[in-house]
């Protein structure tokens, strides 16, 4: 591997793909740098985006360790730039403007405020299956903003103050220039201001953490990552192994340790259905395989669009509530539910990757469940039950294509025709809607010769 990257909300993946070839990762929170350094040792880390609230925060000491480990680490934008601005005596190299402001104390023109706060740069954003698209606005953007905007004659430097503290007041969750208007009336903005800066935001507003973070890979993308000890005016220090780093490094590297007391009791209830843990056993061993693995090529954002969707549809998440309210009584944080939706995309890559294999696997995994000889059985007598002709054919049926679809998506599955067939079609490994209907055909027409269906097929059918 050569440069990691922790990358979120501040730039979208294609864009920062385009400007340097790394191995782009999620946010980076607690354990990540160690486990990264440990399982794979990257030539170099960069570090953009972070979690700060929902889980705990990637350690200073940890990024400590990498140094020491003879690894680079950048920082820029968000957390990288925070981390960065705290550990640049030690050699972890920083870049752009809000790692400046960080390092100052200031962010200018703002001389006579502190620039400390880890919510300068922090945002709530969606999963990564949708590219982690920032739902609220960083204070460091609007603080940027609302500069070139007095910089720029639109407003002036009493209006850019006001503005800026008040949305400073604001939790985070709460930043955005979509209230723009509600927050000008709260500080008594003059309304021909208000208005000038409403019509010039479209096109003057600053875009600062994405501007970091594109300097920051365009910078390693134009010369190899400086070692540690070359990084900066570094100081060189004695990494010290001291009681709460040796229990760090167990934690991190015992997955039992990030289980919950109330995920503990989930899986004491599954033990107590040992056939239903058996079964689900197999699909955590393919859980955990595919976490291991090196991380699949990054999906474009239909595909990342296409994972959340089949989640939402398995469980009839049709809204964000809903979607927060499954997450919750999940026991899932927001890492915890990006880190599914990774799993989703990466079982859908592994499955489009295999191909015709993956049949061969489906029928090893009906034999070894015992599923095997009930539907060979079947299939068997459907060949008998047709004619000759149609057995690999479409069958003659006397219902029209929309009729067939409504008898076994309705009658025989209790659920709507779906929306978009060929997804459909080509999720089961139809050869296509033309496919799925051949066999649909088959199906109705064994039915009308009067074929039975087993106990264990109306199971399988039902789903």
């Keep these: 591997m050569s440069i990691a990257v922790f990358l979120g909300p501040s730039l979208p993946r294609?864009?920062?793909?385009?400007?340097?070839?790394?191995?782009?990762?999620?946010?980076?929170?607690?354990?990540?740098?160690?486990?990264?350094?440990?399982?794979?040792?990257?030539?170099?880390?960069?570090?953009?985006?972070?979690?700060?609230?929902?889980?705990?925060?990637?350690w200073h000491k940890e990024i400590l360790w990498a140094l020491d480990q003879g690894i680079a680490v950048y920082g820029a934008a968000s957390m990288g730039a925070l981390r960065?601005?705290?550990?640049?005596?030690?050699?972890?190299?920083?870049?752009?403007?809000?790692?400046?402001?960080?390092?100052?104390?200031t962010y200018a023109p703002y001389h006579g405020e502190a620039f400390e706060d880890d919510d300068e740069v922090a945002v709530i954003h969606g999963p990564a299956e949708l590219a982690f698209p920032a739902l609220s606005?960083?204070?460091?953007?609007?603080?940027?903003?609302?500069?070139?905007?007095?910089?720029?004659?639109?407003?002036?430097?009493?209006?850019?103050?006001?503005?800026t503290a008040a949305y400073k007041r604001r939790y985070y969750h709460h930043r955005s220039f979509e209230v723009l208007q509600e927050v000008a009336a709260e500080v008594g903005a003059d309304a021909a201001q208000a208005a000038a800066l409403q019509a010039w935001l479209p096109d003057g507003r600053g875009f600062q953490k994405k501007d970091d973070a594109r300097g920051l890979l365009a910078a390693?993308?134009?010369?190899?990552?400086?070692?540690?000890?070359?990084?900066?005016?570094?100081?060189?220090?004695?990494?010290?192994?001291?009681?709460?780093?040796?229990?760090f490094v167990e934690q991190a590297a015992d997955p039992a340790a990030a289980i919950s007391a109330a995920e503990r009791g989930v899986l004491e209830e599954l033990r107590l259905d040992p056939d239903l843990y058996a079964a689900l056993r197999d699909v955590a061993v393919l859980h955990h395989r595919l976490d291991a693995m090196e991380p699949p090529p990054v999906a474009d954002a239909?595909?990342?669009?296409?994972?959340?969707?089949?989640?939402?549809?398995?469980?009839?998440?049709m809204s964000r509530a809903a979607l927060e309210a499954w997450a919750e009584d999940c026991d899932l944080d927001r890492a915890g539910l990006d880190r599914l939706l990774a799993f989703e995309a990466a079982v859908e890559a592994a499955a489009v990757a295999a191909g015709p294999a993956l049949d061969r696997a489906l029928l090893d995994v009906l034999r070894r469940d015992g599923r095997y000889p009930a539907l060979a059985a079947r299939a068997r007598d459907k060949q008998q039950q047709l004619n000759p002709a149609e057995r690999y054919a479409t069958a003659h049926s006397a219902l029209s294509s929309e009729a067939l679809l409504d008898w076994y998506f309705e009658d025989c599955l209790g659920r709507g025709v779906p929306g978009d067939l060929a997804a459909y079609a080509a999720a089961l490994g139809y050869d296509g809607v033309q496919g799925l209907l051949a066999a649909l055909a088959r199906e109705q027409a064994y039915r009308a010769a009067g074929g039975e269906m087993p106990e264990q097929k109306a199971a399988i059918l039902r789903g």
Excluded: C, N
């Excluded at 400007?19 to 990540?32: E, K, N, S």
């Excluded at 960065?84 to 104390?105: D, R, T």
């Excluded at 500069?147 to 009493?158: F, R």
């Excluded at 239909?302 to 998440?317: E, K, Q, Y």
């Design 84 to 105: 960065a601005a705290e550990l640049a005596p030690y050699g972890m190299v920083g870049h752009g403007k809000i790692y400046q402001a960080y390092s100052a104390g």
């Design 220 to 247: 390693l993308a134009a010369q190899a990552p400086e070692s540690p000890v070359a990084a900066g005016d570094a100081q060189s220090f004695v990494f010290e192994r001291t009681t709460l780093w040796a229990q």
């Design 137 to 163: 606005d960083a204070m460091v953007d609007l603080r940027e903003t609302f500069a070139a905007a007095a910089e720029t004659g639109v407003i002036d430097a009493g209006l850019r103050d006001a503005l």
């Design 302 to 317: 239909a595909a990342r669009r296409g994972a959340l969707d089949r989640l939402r549809r398995r469980h009839g998440l």
């Design 14 to 58: 294609a864009e920062a793909q385009a400007i340097l070839a790394a191995d782009y990762l999620p946010p980076v929170r607690q354990g990540d740098i160690y486990r990264l350094v440990q399982q794979r040792r990257p030539r170099a880390i960069a570090v953009i985006d972070g979690y700060f609230q929902e889980v705990p925060s990637v």
